[in-house]
């Protein structure tokens, strides 16, 4: 039987940021709890659990909320390629210092 993951303090607190920031914009909304995990698909304890940045809840749920409130786009962008500063400075370290063209094989070189 596999272990348990126990997540990093710093997961389960962006968990718990992400589950408040959902709280709270359901709230804005004016949205029941009941409307909102009708609207993913799930179920109210399901919704709670999330509002409180439980790690053990499914990334599929955690979007179907985020969808149901009108701000899936928002997780798209999160690990968007132009916004990744240490993979672009990274690949940037990686860039031959001079470009040359490769010379291409012609009739005299054939032989």
């Known amino acids: 039987m596999p272990t348990p993951h126990q ?5 389960r607190r962006a968990l718990r940021k992400l589950g408040q920031d959902i709280l709270d914009a359901r709230k804005r909304r004016g949205l029941p709890a009941e409307v909102v995990a009708e609207r993913a698909f799930t179920t109210r304890p399901t919704l709670r659990r999330i509002e409180a940045g439980d790690h053990t809840v499914g990334m599929g749920i955690y979007a179907a909320v985020l969808q149901a409130l009108g701000l899936l786009d928002g ?14 400075a990274l690949s940037a370290e990686a860039l031959p210092e001079r470009a040359r063209l490769r010379r291409r ?7």
């Not at 997780?75 to 672009?88: K, R, Y």
């Not at 094989?105 to 032989?111: F, L, N, R």
């Open 75 to 88: 997780l798209t962008q999160i690990a968007d390629p132009s916004a990744d500063t240490v993979g672009l």
């Open 105 to 111: 094989k012609g009739p005299s070189d054939a032989g």
């Open 7 to 11: 997540p990093s303090i710093a997961v």
